[in-house]
């Protein structure tokens, strides 16, 4: 991929100190790029900590459409003097180093094979402006100045921005447009501009919007009619249902009275939160968390309890790297396993993986009416790269003609036309017993234990009346094999060997895929997209000689699902892991598919 | 929840309520707790005061957690719906349920194991959410399922049944109760239905979390010489605060003129609840004289019970969460649903 880059195809990173105010400068060079018509992706690469940390952003540039993180990048940006030996390790050969010159060159950025452009952003800010505060954030605009030179982006896309940002505060609008101009006025008379890779307007974004996943599976949270929503703020899924509130401030206050349609609670914990969802769904509502590993760890008891007696909850879970705290800014999918059979007992649960925020909104959508259709929690396998940082999706739709599915829910009318309400009795064999609501009356009533229970809910710990109840269950999660998302297959002519992978892996496997057939490589791919595994799953499975599984967890543990409940040999699987806490890139791939097939005689 | 079915036969001349409902009507199953458990006279009393209330039994929820005391809710009410949830977590079920559904009647029972150990922050938070429920603790001093532990209520120097004696200070439910700001604090004990119904009749009637604290023996592992909890010793040692009666709005009757200082409190619902100090300068809508008189009662090893502390003019968890009057659940699905056209206008916003 080395030397691929020019003309909107390329990538450039940022490196700051967290908490000076590079976010908004690196949002607002990622949405100019993206109102140039041109495909990009950013990837916000942050500590987990207020202020004073290095940070990094890297924005990729890709006229064909590629969001994966960039395997190397072009440019760096380097303005923390902490991670200059880092930093300008990370330029390609022949790439460009831009660095603030108002001191003496650090000897760590002397690197032969790269250009190193000193502009003196601090002196600069500091003779412009008065106040501290100004001199610190404004720094970040002048540095989109001097890049807006560099790369050639629209100044009056820029300026657009910087007014709808900053249109009713005429003094800031003033000074961010000084420093723009600070940065982009010194990059013109001093270098060479445009670089040789740089940008130029296209028309490949207009069906398209920059947006994160925990926003998006908030907005479906909202579509799909969720009422309560109960949550302990942890990273990285806190925004989700701040997001929530967000949507739920704009649609769901009743304009006369400003009483709200919607109950948001913040629990004192984890557990809480789960109780709440789950005395929600079983009053009837649609009711959700937003948590992240260590939050589902928690919830675990809670989760049992409400498999066993048939209550829905739609549980969102946002992955970061464990076990324990881990690193909680970082990215991973190492909660597959504990999400599939979370709790003691017998349990197994729905699980579906949106791979972008698009498919957040769409899948958490879903969740709900798989949660209700089934009367069991449901996952939704967001992670932390999907969930915080913005991605190019097309943009969202909704049929107006939807309506929730509410699953099998007997009212005061139909309870007239039975003789006796039996909550667990599987009348129609797919292990799915109707269900009554609190209040409805009649012979409705049922009561709701964790203990041993018969299919009339009443207590019992006789042996076939507690095997018959656990192996409905079983027989209602089989069942949903074909009703939570349909694996993504496609193949390839000739194809050698097939790629399977899940989440937000899609981008880089995608484009590992077509690098791969570049070099003659011919591959099937497919991207699992729920749990339980349907059929098409296993016969892709079973298509293939041989596999890889590309995923980001130390122990290979969507492979470990499917031996286990496919019985697929781990001999023909063979791992691609990445566990690093970064999101994956296509040349991890490549480079793992290349090596493995040079070991493997053909 | 070990239960038993009690045959469906009525007594043709059994006394009948508004609802035209008898006391039969709202009993459930047949106990299986100990013979003479305190727990079943608290179960008689529900009974009692929801029938005097006249509540829907489909419009209420047995809420509880784990233990002896939450099976009490399989034993009263057999037409309500029921939840028995995990051990110590009942509050939180119960505020999403309410948050759910803000149209039924929330009663909770737990116990001393269940809220004032593994349960004590969702007991706690449950108090400061003001969730709109009665919350029973069913108080023995120790754990009966698991044959015999002190349980966090257990006073110093209590023994178990083995003579060993306690020596952890234990947790106060009203005190707790009092210093979170709880809106309704009561105390009675199973042994005394006269003080007990009217108690749990203004609970439920109370908007927001109304807790009552019931000394409730455990005959079994607690109703020794050396308990605080037992029979003997709670009858010895209970000391009247505030004697209630209470009259739901809607049925007259007339309270005897006994010359003694009366106080009338209207609860939200418009019921009434009359309040007799047995001492005649208890204030109980003040918080801070609640707090030392249940405070002085026990540095003189009597249990303060009665209507301790009630503020009707608090706030509940949906006056806090702002929602509308009609029920969560009850809310078409076009009144939550923004639409096509508005999710094309907020996509444009992400350009």
């Known amino acids: ?120 952003f601090g002196r600069m800010c500091v003779e412009t402006f008065e106040k501290d505060r100004d001199r610190t954030l404004l720094r970040n605009i002048a540095y989109a100045g001097a890049l807006a030179a560099l790369l050639k982006i629209d100044t009056a896309v820029i300026e657009a921005m910087l007014t709808e940002k900053f249109g009713k505060k005429p003094k800031l609008l003033a000074a961010n447009h000084t420093a723009f101009k600070l940065g982009y006025d010194y990059a013109m008379a001093h270098f060479q501009c445009p670089l040789p890779f740089h940008l130029e307007p296209m028309d490949r974004t207009g069906d398209s919007i920059l947006i994160d996943g925990n926003t998006a599976a908030a907005l479906g949270a909202v579509y799909a009619g969720a009422t309560v929503g109960a949550w302990y703020p942890i990273t990285p899924a806190t925004a989700l249902m701040e997001q929530f509130k967000g949507f739920c ?135 932390l790269d ?133 070099e003659g490589i011919h591959t099937d791919y497919m991207r699992i997209r729920g749990f339980p595994f349907s059929e098409e799953v296993r016969k892709f499975l079973g298509r293939h000689e041989h596999t890889f599984v590309i995923e980001q967890n130390r122990d290979a543990q969507l492979r470990s699902l499917v031996q286990i409940e496919l019985g697929v040999a781990r001999d023909a699987m063979t791992p691609i892991l990445d566990y690093s806490g970064m999101p994956l890139t296509a040349a991890t791939v490549v480079n793992a598919v290349k090596t493995h097939l040079a070991e493997v005689p053909a | 929840m070990t239960s038993i079915a009690k045959p469906p036969v009525k007594h043709p001349t059994a006394r009948t309520n508004g609802r035209g409902l008898t006391l039969r009507d709202y009993e459930g199953a047949m106990s299986t707790l100990c013979a003479g458990c305190g727990h079943d006279s608290v179960t008689a009393a529900l009974v009692q005061a929801a029938w005097e209330l006249e509540i829907e039994p489909h419009r209420a929820a047995k809420m509880s957690g784990i ?44 116990g001393d194991g269940d809220s004032l150990s593994i349960g004590l922050g ?16 069913e108080n023995n001093g120790v754990y009966g399922l698991t ?65 009552v604290d019931v000394i409730s023996p455990c005959v079994s592992f607690n109703d020794h010489e050396g308990s605080t909890k037992s029979y003997a010793y709670t009858r010895e040692h209970e000391v009247e605060a505030v004697h209630a009666d209470f009259i739901p709005l809607k049925r007259e009757i007339t309270v005897p003129e006994t010359g003694e200082e009366v106080r009338v409190v209207e609860m939200h619902d418009g019921a009434r609840v009359r309040l007799r100090s047995t001492a005649t300068d208890y204030d109980p809508t003040n918080r801070e004289s609640a707090y030392a008189h249940v405070r002085a009662c026990q540095a003189r090893h009597e249990i303060a019970t009665g209507l301790l502390f009630v503020d009707e003019n608090g706030r509940d968890m949906h006056d806090y969460l702002k929602t509308v009057p009609t029920p969560l659940v009850d809310l078409p699905f076009e009144a939550l649903c923004p639409g096509k056209d508005a999710l094309g206008k907020l996509m444009d916003r992400y350009r």
């Open chain 1, 1 to 120: 991929m080395s030397g691929k880059s020019g003309i909107n195809d390329f990538a450039f990173k940022m490196g700051t100190v967290n908490g000076t105010g590079s976010a908004s400068a690196n949002g607002l060079l990622m949405q100019a790029i993206f109102r140039m018509g041109i495909p990009v992706t950013g990837k916000n690469i942050f500590p987990s900590n207020i202020q004073g940390l290095p940070t990094w952003y890297e924005i990729r540039v890709s006229k064909d459409g590629y969001t994966a993180r960039p395997s190397e990048v072009d440019l760096v940006v380097a303005l923390n003097p902490a991670t200059y030996a880092k930093d300008v390790k990370t330029v390609r050969p022949g790439g460009y180093l831009v660095y603030d010159s108002t001191w003496p060159m650090d000897p760590d950025l002397v690197r032969e094979g790269i250009t190193i452009l000193g502009i003196p």
């Open chain 2, 147 to 211: 044959k015999g532990q002190f349980s966090a209520s257990a006073d110093i120097g209590s023994t178990s049944k083995k003579g060993e004696a306690n020596e952890q200070a234990p947790i106060d439910p009203v005190l707790l109760a009092l210093t979170l700001g709880c809106t309704f604090v009561a105390r009675s004990f199973s042994g005394d239905k006269q003080q007990l119904v009217p108690i749990l009749k203004a609970a439920i009637a109370h908007k927001g979390l109304a807790l």
């Open chain 1, 249 to 383: 401030e704009k649609y769901r206050v009743d304009k006369e009275t400003g009483l709200h349609k919607y109950a948001i609670l913040q629990a004192e914990d984890e557990l809480a939160a789960a109780g709440i969802i789950i005395g929600a769904g079983w009053a009837g509502a649609r009711a959700f968390t937003n948590t992240s590993g260590p939050g589902i760890s928690l919830m675990q008891e809670f989760i049992g309890l409400a498999y066993y007696t048939d209550i829905p909850a739609v549980f969102i879970d946002v992955q970061r790297c464990g076990p324990a705290t881990g690193m909680p800014t970082r990215t991973q999918q190492a909660d597959l396993l504990s999400l599939a059979y979370a709790s003691h007992g017998d349990t197994k649960h729905l699980i579906v993986f949106p791979a972008d925020p698009r498919e957040c909104f769409e899948m958490t959508v879903q969740a709900f009416d798989l949660a209700e259709r089934f009367q069991t929690p449901v996952f939704v396998a967001s992670d």
């Open chain 2, 67 to 110: 233990g002896c005391s939450s099976k009490t809710t399989a034993y009263f009410m057999k037409q309500s719906h029921g939840f028995n949830s995990v051990h110590g977590r009942m509050p939180s079920v119960t505020s999403g349920a309410a948050a759910a559904n803000k149209g039924l009647t929330y009663i909770g029972i737990s």
């Open chain 2, 122 to 137: 969702q007991l706690s938070h449950a108090i400061r959410r003001n969730v709109n429920m009665l919350y029973v603790i």
């Open chain 1, 386 to 518: 999907i969930g915080m940082n913005d991605w190019m999706v097309k943009r969202f739709e909704w049929d107006d003609s939807y309506r929730p599915d509410r699953g099998k829910v007997l009212d005061a009318a139909d309870l007239e036309k039975i003789q006796r309400f039996s909550r667990y009795l599987d009348v129609d064999g797919d292990g799915i017993a109707a269900r009554t609501l609190p209040g409805v009356g009649g012979k409705g009533a049922y009561f709701v234990r964790g203990s041993g229970h018969d299919k009339h809910g009443q207590y019992t710990e006789d042996s076939d009346a507690y095997q018959e109840l656990v192996d409905r269950l079983k027989r209602k999660f089989e069942g949903a094999a074909e009703h939570v998302p349909a694996p993504i297959i496609s193949h390839q002519p000739g194809a050698e060997v097939g790629l399977v992978t899940i989440g937000g892996c899609e981008a880089a496997v995608h484009e590992a895929a077509d690098i791969l057939r570049a």
